[in-house]
């Protein structure tokens, strides 16, 4: 098997709903969009999507990994501290961390070494993890971004509803969308933190009477 192939099954492998990290119960928010109107039919949850994808996942979480991928041992710490400090609500905090843990969990158990940090965040612990398996970096901002996209375009399909097909839509659209956040992702020198509106809604799911999602 080449390199090539070896590297894209682990990354599959991470990307997978398969994996068992809990990312199927997350929203990140849409949950509420929904419940404020702001996102009502397949038009309005892939322009939400799409927004999420530029000024979230290319910004903050692709550059993070980026970073992680550079780093030395001793820099992870700081970059850990960082997505915790700029999680904006306890729900989006407990979603990074408990992700981050049981990701954790899954490398000790496949035999591979795992940073000491307390606790461990999802975004990075995805990078250490696809890293450990020989993974490229922009291969793997493509797969992590791959990954966000298909759970919460699921999670659009259950809170909205929408059909499977229009949910097959919208991963076109993010799809199509990827490879230009990752390559802002990669322009940028550090990562940046700014989504008050998802900061907002987030915190506003959190006394949302009805939910399906943990956010």
């Known amino acids: 098997m080449s390199t090539t192939s070896t590297e894209l099954l682990q990354l599959l492998w991470l990307a997978s709903p398969a994996l068992p990290v809990g990312a199927f119960s997350y929203s990140e928010g849409l949950e509420s969009a929904v419940d404020a109107g702001i996102v009502h039919d397949e038009a309005t949850a892939g322009d939400w999507l799409m927004n999420q994808l530029e000024l979230v996942q290319a910004r903050a979480e692709l550059p993070l990994m980026a970073a992680v991928f550079r780093a030395t041992d001793a820099e992870l710490p700081a970059l850990n501290a960082w997505v915790l400090q700029t999680r904006e609500s ?50 793997t901002l493509h797969a992590a971004a791959f990954a966000w996209a298909e759970n919460l375009v699921m999670a659009a399909v259950r809170s909205v509803p929408l059909g499977q097909s229009a949910g097959q839509r919208l991963i076109g659209r993010l799809v199509a969308a990827i490879p230009g956040a990752v390559q802002t992702a990669l322009s940028q020198e550090e990562p940046i933190a700014f989504s008050p509106g998802l900061a907002l809604l987030s915190a506003g799911h959190e006394i949302q009477y009805s939910r399906l999602f943990r956010s």
Do not use: D, H, I, Y
């Not at 408990?98 to 461990?120: F, I």
């Open 90 to 139: 306890a729900e989006l905090l407990q979603q990074s961390t408990q992700m981050g843990r049981s990701l954790a969990a899954w490398m000790r158990g496949q035999g591979l070494s795992v940073p000491e940090l307390q606790p461990p965040t999802w975004p990075l612990m995805f990078a250490c993890a696809a890293k450990a398996r020989g993974a490229g970096l922009e291969a």
